[in-house]
């Protein structure tokens, strides 16, 4: 019996050492690290890996995308809607972001920390194995592609969408899981904001 009494508190005590904080009753304090006000800014995706975060501006009719580095606050890029039209992205972990050339209609890749260009790709976002995924407007595809060589791994046609290059692959609603297995994306319809579609890719 005394082992038994002695066995539940040692078990009550180490629930009690690993519980949350909130469950003991005492308050948590979050230590802020930056904070960026500005009238119209909102959230569109973050960098965990990277620690970036991706925030838009709609600013006298032109949309800005801001790259902001999550540790001291400082933006590592804002585009300009005359140049690089509207897609700033970065990769899985952070190190790189991608840039859509208006003139020649080619994503260019940066290192986030020199800004150097390092070369021309055919995807956008890239998961933990370093694969890319782009959006082909005229056959309403997801292209994978290797991000090292290029080469095209799988594509997937969306089904059930209108086959109209109107339909853009959500700002906020795309992702690879942290396995590089599942990949999470929306559409919508720019012209029809309540038009929108959801997939989990395999």
């Given at each position: 019996m005394k082992r038994a009494f002695l066995f539940l508190v040692t078990v009550a005590m180490l629930l009690i050492d690993t519980s949350p904080l909130w469950t003991q009753g005492e308050p948590i304090s979050l230590q802020e690290i930056w904070r960026r006000e500005e009238n119209g800014m909102t959230f569109e995706r973050v960098c965990k890996p990277g620690r970036i975060v991706k925030m838009g501006l709609i600013k006298d009719s032109d949309i800005y995308i801001y790259l902001i580095d999550l540790r001291t606050g400082e933006t590592i890029y804002k585009t300009d809607p005359q140049i690089d039209g509207y897609v700033l992205e970065f990769n899985y972990f952070g190190d790189r972001y991608y840039l859509l050339d208006q003139?020649?209609?080619?994503?260019?890749?940066?290192?986030?920390?020199?800004?150097?260009?390092?070369?021309?790709?055919?995807?956008?976002?890239?998961?933990?194995?370093?694969?890319?995924?782009?959006?082909?407007?005229?056959?309403?595809?997801?292209?994978?592609?290797?991000?090292?060589?290029?080469?095209?791994?799988?594509s997937f046609k969306i089904p059930n969408t209108p086959n109209t290059p109107l339909f853009h692959v959500s700002s906020t609603g795309y992702e690879f899981s942290i396995d590089s297995r599942y990949f999470l994306f929306g559409l919508y319809d720019p012209l029809n904001s309540s038009t929108s579609y959801y997939y989990i890719y395999d």
């Open positions: 003139i020649t209609k080619e994503l260019k890749e940066y290192d986030v920390k020199t800004k150097e260009f390092k070369r021309i790709v055919k995807g956008i976002i890239s998961s933990s194995d370093s694969s890319l995924v782009g959006f082909n407007y005229t056959s309403h595809s997801l292209m994978f592609r290797n991000g090292n060589t290029g080469v095209l791994l799988d």
